[in-house]
């Protein structure tokens, strides 16, 4: 298999692609790594890859046009998700805080791909239009925040390369591992986590008791409208206010969809229950 990644520090890789388990797989040509400079494709004289974000905050946002510029030059298609992963032989990676939580069965599901592309965010943020129009998975680590994406993307290399039939010799390493499919274990673990919801409602697992927060409101930057897809209204009137709000709620129905165990602990007041439950309404099937 091959993996892409995509970062502004190249140089940030030279030492986990030479070192172990990824050294030998790339030797034994079970694997291919390469790593790509962003600035390299853009198309000003400062090679520029963030701006900042409309409708103010701290910070940079990394541009949609030289990203999605990368990853489809590396796939050969334009998107819908880069064509939803090149006809799924492969994964488009966006490295985000507000990702997905990365478990050893999403490093399964990489480790039967053709090719993973990884792409290592920056600064404040992504476009948002990269998560919905060019990454097919939206992925974190951890419920931490992390300088940028490098790290990251060497975790889940090294994670799905001990995958690769071949890469650690012997193949009887990887059954009794942490995170292993072991029937036993997946037995009892589905009986000791309480299912959620039938309406999907927030609350229903009470298992994260300390505070946790919610996940980051989208981020859009320059141009304000990209291969037709627009940035929203609210963030260009400089009405404050309703910027403020328009984040929240949708920093909460990011929440809710993505990472709803987060909710438990968030220590929401009553506003943000009160738009939660809006969210959950709105999300829910009509009754026949």
């Known amino acids: 298999m091959r993996f892409d990644i995509v970062t502004i520090f190249p140089e940030f890789f ?10 030998r797989a790339r ?12 600035r390299e494709f853009t198309h000003d004289r400062h090679r520029t890859v963030d701006d900042r974000p409309f409708g103010g905050g701290e910070g940079m946002v990394m541009k949609p046009e030289p990203l999605f510029e990368a990853v489809e030059s590396l796939v050969g298609v334009r998107s819908a998700g880069a064509a939803a992963g090149a006809g799924g032989s492969a994964a488009i990676v966006l490295l985000s805080a507000a990702g997905k939580m ?8 990489f480790a039967g791909l053709e090719r993973v592309v ?8 992504v476009d948002e239009r990269v998560a919905e129009h060019l990454a097919t998975d939206e992925i974190s680590i951890g419920d931490f925040v992390l300088s940028g994406g490098e790290l990251a993307a060497a975790m889940i290399l090294d994670t799905v390369t001990r ?3 071949g890469a650690l010799g012997n193949e009887d390493s990887i059954v009794n591992e942490s995170f292993s499919e072991n029937p036993a274990r997946s037995e009892r673990a589905r009986h000791a986590v309480p299912p959620q919801r039938a309406d999907n409602s927030f609350g229903a697992n009470q298992t994260y008791a300390a505070e946790r927060g919610i996940l980051d409101y989208p981020h ?3 141009p304000p409208s990209f291969r037709g897809w627009d940035v929203p209204e609210v963030l260009l009137g400089g009405n404050h206010e309703e910027i403020r709000k328009w984040r929240r709620r949708c920093a909460l129905e990011k929440t809710w969809r993505k990472r709803p165990e987060l909710l438990d602990g968030a220590g929401l007041g009553a506003e943000d229950r009160r738009v939660l439950d809006e969210i959950v309404r709105g999300a829910r099937p009509a009754a026949k």
């Open 14 to 23: 030279a030492g986990p692609l030479d070192y172990g388990i990824v050294r």
């Open 27 to 38: 030797e034994a040509q079970l694997m291919e790594a390469r790593v790509h400079d962003l």
């Open 102 to 109: 990365f478990r050893q069965e999403t490093a399964r599901r």
């Open 118 to 125: 990884l792409i290592c965010g920056r600064y404040e943020g």
């Open 163 to 165: 995958l690769i039939p």
């Open 220 to 222: 859009y930057t320059r």
